[in-house]
């Protein structure tokens, strides 16, 4: 019971941290649609079976002994995440588009969400220290399972509660009128967060 609790009270606590996912599902839930913004969640829930799935067969363990391997990871998610960044400071005012909400399809959306989420290395260091140093290696295997499935789905429906607020129609109509500064924010955001993470690669 111990275990779960503490699970329990980590996973919270590092899902509604701020981050490259928070920044992505905002950005899509406001300048796109609700539809977009809860698929993105729903790919970054996605994106965390990923980081479970390597742990729990033992690659987790690799990643946290190999620093080479874990700053390869760190970079591949850095170079992603300033290619999205680079791409939303590149946004236009909206009357230079046709149809801004139409601007993302809905397997885009959930794939930014998985990517951003799945090549994220502070998902991979939470992941990875969380079965390492709390998980009990005499935990059943489908209790284990289980922790996952929970870590996914708390990622799911903190998102997707962000997707619904800043979707909301008051917050929307007020802003969408400097939708390009505001998509610029956010890819600014990105880009430091990718820096700071290729800055950062030679530690762990």
């Not at 999205?84 to 005012?93: D, E, F």
């Not at 397997?107 to 799945?118: E, M, P, Q």
């Amino acid at each position: 019971m111990t275990e779960l609790i503490v699970v329990i009270t980590i996973t919270l606590l590092a899902v509604i941290s701020p981050g490259p996912d928070f920044a992505m599902v905002t950005r899509n839930s406001l300048m796109l649609s609700r539809r977009a913004g809860v698929l993105t969640a729903l790919g970054i829930g996605l994106g965390v079976l990923v980081h479970v799935t390597y742990t729990l067969i033992g690659v987790g363990l690799l990643i946290k002994q190999s620093l080479w391997l874990f700053n390869a990871i760190k970079l591949v998610g850095a170079v992603y995440l300033v290619y999205l960044g680079v791409k939303m400071l590149r946004s236009k005012p909206a009357g230079t588009l046709a149809n801004p909400l139409a601007a993302l399809s809905d397997a885009a959306a959930l794939r930014i969400g998985f990517l951003t989420n799945a090549l994220n290395p502070k998902t991979t260091i939470f992941i990875v220290s969380l079965f390492m140093q709390v998980v009990r290696p005499d935990t059943p295997r489908a209790v284990q399972i289980g922790y996952g499935a929970f870590i996914s789905l708390a990622h799911m429906a903190w998102f997707s509660l962000v997707a619904l607020c800043f979707s909301s129609s008051v917050v929307r109509d007020r802003l969408l009128s400097v939708r390009h500064w505001i998509d610029r924010t956010f890819g600014g955001l990105l880009v430091g967060f990718g820096i700071l993470l290729a800055v950062a690669r030679g530690t762990r």
